[in-house]
């Protein structure tokens, strides 16, 4: 006797569609097609950077802004993973500021044997809570030891880039003068907001809705305390950012003026 057809999916609020059952009649062959989970996590350990080192150089590779003040990077790619290396040091050491990875799984990791998968790390954000107020204080945290090892980073940095084989990559001049201008980009917005420093996508993940999985880490966070998210756009994300509802407020000029990323900003409903 003839079974029909069935359809069964398995969706959670925060997840991908996690499987999709065909079942056909008894004389045809039974499918079954997986589709990606895809689930954020905060990166809390020193090991799970090395990973996002290389999808940052390979999500901005083309960028024109680190193009200008990284121009050697195209001709020497290992020295524009060192750089993505030491900026997210940075930016895991800094007050306030929290990393979130982006992992796809394509098994069931309940499974056992060769089903299992741990799963791959495809992109991440860097979402930044800025402010005085007691909210962003219980944000930012206290740490000495944190300020410490950033003194020593700051070091090795310079060390790096002034005297070892990565100096052939950077331009200085441009690196000082775009975070002067970015600098006086988030200066230009509200105090207290939550920021999105970087989001970096690997290129074969693109389109895949990892990038706006990321972006809404913020927005949940923003809605929830009444508080504006803001953003420098690339015109890679400029897209990205204005469908989920971020608005230009100004403009980030560099290269002499020729070329500019789009200051951004999205309102919650009560601000």
């Known amino acids: 006797m003839g079974m029909g057809s069935l359809t069964l999916r398995a969706e959670g609020e925060d997840t991908l569609p996690k499987y999709t059952y065909s079942i056909s009649d008894k004389n045809s062959?039974?499918?079954?097609?997986?589709?990606?989970?895809?689930?954020?996590?905060?990166v809390t350990t020193l090991e799970e950077l090395k990973s996002l080192s290389y999808i940052g150089a390979d999500a901005f590779r083309d960028d024109a802004g680190m193009s200008w003040?990284?121009?050697?990077?195209?001709?020497?790619?290992?020295?524009?993973?060192?750089?993505?290396?030491?900026?997210?040091?940075?930016?895991?050491?800094?007050?306030g500021k929290f990393i979130l990875?982006?992992?796809?799984?394509?098994?069931?990791?309940?499974?056992?044997g060769a089903d299992r998968h741990p799963?791959?790390?495809?992109?991440?954000?860097?979402?930044?809570?800025?402010?005085?107020?007691?909210?962003?204080?219980?944000?930012?945290?206290?740490?000495?030891?944190?300020?410490?090892?950033?003194?020593?980073?700051?070091?090795?940095?310079?060390?790096t880039f002034f005297l070892d084989t990565p100096r052939r990559s950077i331009?200085?001049?441009?690196?000082?003068?775009?975070?002067?201008?970015?600098?006086?980009?988030?200066a230009s917005q509200p105090a207290e907001?939550?920021?999105?420093?970087?989001?970096?996508?690997?290129?074969?993940?693109?389109?895949?809705?990892?990038?706006?999985?990321?972006?809404?880490?913020g927005i949940d966070r923003s809605e929830e305390e009444g508080i504006p998210s803001t953003l420098v756009a690339t015109d890679a994300g400029f897209p990205l950012y204005g469908s989920r509802g971020f608005k230009r407020t100004g403009w980030l000029f560099f290269d002499n003026g020729k070329q500019k990323?789009?200051?951004m900003r999205r309102d919650t409903h009560y601000t």
């Open 261 to 263: 990323q789009t200051i």
């Open 101 to 112: 990875a982006a992992k796809v799984r394509d098994t069931d990791e309940g499974a056992e």
């Open 193 to 217: 907001t939550w920021y999105l420093s970087v989001l970096a996508v690997r290129t074969t993940a693109q389109g895949q809705g990892v990038g706006k999985k990321l972006l809404q880490w």
């Open 119 to 159: 799963g791959r790390i495809v992109g991440f954000a860097v979402w930044e809570r800025t402010g005085v107020c007691d909210a962003a204080k219980s944000w930012q945290g206290s740490s000495f030891s944190k300020k410490l090892k950033r003194i020593f980073l700051d070091v090795k940095i310079a060390y």
């Open 171 to 186: 331009s200085w001049s441009n690196l000082k003068y775009f975070g002067r201008e970015l600098d006086a980009a988030k």
């Open 29 to 42: 062959k039974s499918t079954l097609s997986m589709t990606p989970i895809l689930t954020l996590h905060r």
């Open 69 to 95: 003040f990284f121009p050697g990077g195209r001709d020497h790619p290992e020295d524009f993973v060192v750089a993505w290396k030491y900026l997210l040091l940075q930016d895991f050491l800094d007050r």
